[in-house]
């Protein structure tokens, strides 16, 4: 670490915040000092980042409101030069700049959630289709889409229909979704969740009267059923989603660049993870949010054709002028292979239905002769077209 954060002694969001030096860095030298800072200090970025955008917000953001926030921050700062070692005060200072630009509490949440903390803990492999109960088991799903229902409140579990299993033990259960196949979760109160490939749902094993939460990795069709006392959310290492009663796909791959959200109907109210700042959307029907990981902001357009989206859910793609890239990366999310394009050929807009249980390759092939486009093998999971 450099000289110039030798006098910096703490690097907690407050005291960066409350910190004369570091806030000159922040709203007087710009973007290229604040990365330079940062640099030799990686593992406080986070902190750092956090304790920013407080400051741009408090001093930036908001102008109308300029006056009252400042007389907050002089009388912050006047306490916290009294009493610098009283942790509730310097706490306190960082709640009351929150109020004041307007910072959401859903991260707070977020960052709560058990259900999060077990996510990030248990590393996924996406090689076989298979549900891991809350004691750790793990039962082998057959079929291409198989089915598990949750009946009495959780208690007992029907596979493909057929076969029937206890739950004794309280917890999380899991869903994973190999490449090439799909998945279907019905939970006790008759919600259902239609898996896509590369996929992994988590979820209580016994229903809850006052809490309905799932966290996905990968893509999901939700269709839940209404309850406004039990508001229903869905986490990703990304964003969150809380609806009531409704429709709709989240697309949330962790190899991807895109996170998005498509409502069918009802209303989803969805907010990023890793932002202080309340920086949410409410959607209405025909809307989708996306927003891609190096973006702080969540983008709404309409939609202009739904297939383009849900049509995974009924085993086969869709598509009408649709963004030849973007269906490409769906391809190759299904069936984990990689797919290059090379010449002019990123925005080119393509029509046509693909079958999702067809061969990879005659996927391509037949993505390639839809577009008049050439492609060719490289390596048993690579792919390249071009003009």
């Not at 029509?351 to 050439?374: C, F, H, Q, T, Y």
């Amino acid at each position: 670490m450099n000289s110039g954060k030798k006098k910096f002694e703490s690097f907690e969001v407050v005291d960066l915040v409350l910190n004369d030096d570091f806030r000159e860095i922040v709203l007087k030298k710009g973007d290229a000092n604040l990365h330079n800072f940062i640099e030799g200090a990686e593992e406080y970025e986070q902190n750092i980042r956090m304790a920013a955008k407080i400051l741009l917000g408090l001093y930036v953001n908001q102008p109308q409101s300029l006056e009252l926030k400042y007389k907050l921050w002089m009388k912050i700062r006047s306490n916290h030069r009294k009493v610098k070692s009283y942790i509730i005060l310097r706490y306190a200072a960082v709640l009351l700049l929150m109020i004041s630009l307007g910072i959401g509490l859903f991260y707070v949440y977020h960052q709560s959630s058990s259900m999060v903390e077990f996510a990030e803990s248990c590393p996924t492999n996406f090689e076989q289709s298979k549900l891991i109960l809350a004691n750790g088991k793990n039962i082998l799903l057959a079929g291409d889409d198989p089915r598990v229902v949750s009946i009495d409140g959780g208690h007992h579990l029907v596979l493909n229909d057929s076969t029937r299993i206890e739950q004794t033990g309280e917890g999380y259960n899991q869903i994973i979704v190999p490449y090439g196949r799909r998945s279907t979760v019905v939970f006790a109160d008759g919600t259902q969740v239609q898996l896509n490939s590369g996929s992994r749902l988590i979820y209580q094993s016994q229903s809850s009267k006052d809490k309905r939460e799932v966290y996905l990795e990968g893509e999901g069709f939700f269709v839940v059923t209404k309850n406004k006392n039990v508001p229903f959310y869905v986490r990703t290492d990304k964003c969150n989603l809380k609806v009531t009663g409704t429709t709709f796909n989240v697309q949330a791959y962790k190899n991807e660049d895109l996170y998005n959200t498509v409502l069918v109907e009802g209303e989803v109210r969805l907010c990023m993870n890793n932002q202080f700042f309340n920086n949410s959307v409410m959607l209405s029907p025909n809307q989708i949010a996306s927003f891609t990981n190096d973006c702080d902001r969540i983008q709404v357009d309409p939609v202009e054709d739904m297939n383009n989206h849900i049509s995974w859910v009924r085993g086969y793609l869709e598509f009408k002028n649709g963004n030849a890239e973007s269906l490409l990366k769906r391809i190759a999310s299904y069936y984990n292979i990689q797919v290059e394009l090379k010449d002019n050929i990123h925005h080119l807009n393509i029509n046509g239905k693909l079958v999702l249980s067809e061969d990879p390759e005659r996927i391509i092939a037949g993505i390639a002769e839809m577009s008049k486009m050439k492609y060719t093998k490289k390596g048993e999971h690579s792919y390249i077209l071009y003009e």
